[in-house]
């Protein structure tokens, strides 16, 4: 029976980057800093309710509050008046920034 040699720290380095850029790649990543990553995988993200913002934070969609904007557009059934809706989608914006720290974009400012 061959030893299974321990990875060097160098080889661990490489497997952290690796590993780093699959979960880039397929939008896993919820959160990184200081060399800690928080990987979530797709099921649970849709579960805890956080699968759009990872994805809009990735490129891979739109922002959640436009989202949460168009769904309520939807559910009208009409679109409704645009002054009305432009005022609503900011209340909304902004109201998802105060609850999530994230800074609130152009698009969302008056």
Do not use: C, N
């Not at 934070?57 to 009409?78: M, S, T, V």
């Not at 105060?98 to 698009?107: A, F, H």
């Amino acid at each position: 029976m061959s030893e299974i040699l321990r990875p060097t720290e160098a080889q661990q380095a490489a497997a952290y980057d690796q590993i780093a850029a699959i979960a880039r790649h397929h939008a896993l990543i919820l959160s990184a800093a200081g060399g800690v990553i928080t990987i979530v995988h797709p099921r649970t993200q849709r579960e805890e309710g956080i699968f759009e913002r990872i994805q809009w934070l990735h490129g891979w969609g739109k922002h959640p509050a436009k989202l949460e904007h168009e769904r309520a557009i939807a559910e009208a059934g009409a679109v409704p008046d645009m002054d009305k809706a432009q005022a609503h989608y900011q209340a909304l914006a902004r109201e998802i920034a105060e609850r999530t720290g994230e800074e609130v974009l152009p698009e969302h400012q008056q």
